[in-house]
């Protein structure tokens, strides 16, 4: 198969699902915007969530350690704690 213009994504995506936190990234895409939304009660529930995902991800991209990415969880907050708390693999990290 030739490259194209999505090569390098598709690449990126197949690394982040075949990483280390890869099971946690597929819990956290896989939560609606309702559930975000019961769980935070405020407007940034959605902003939270983004940031919260592009954080584990760049974890699995990097191998952090467990320990290192709760750091950066607990540096996003108590909201992003909240919503991490809902993905099993994330709450067992981060208590």
Known sequence: MGENR???LFEDADALFD???SSE???LHGM???EIMSISGETDGM???SVLIKVVE???KENMTQ????GHIKELGSLALKI??????LKAIIE
């Open 47 to 49: 902003k939270t969530y």
């Open 32 to 34: 609606s915007e309702e």
């Open 67 to 70: 320990a290192e990415l709760a």
């Open 84 to 89: 991490a708390g809902k993905v099993p693999g």
């Open 25 to 27: 990234i597929k819990a």
């Open 58 to 60: 760049q974890a699995a």
């Open 6 to 8: 999505f090569s390098k």
């Open 19 to 21: 990483s280390k936190y």
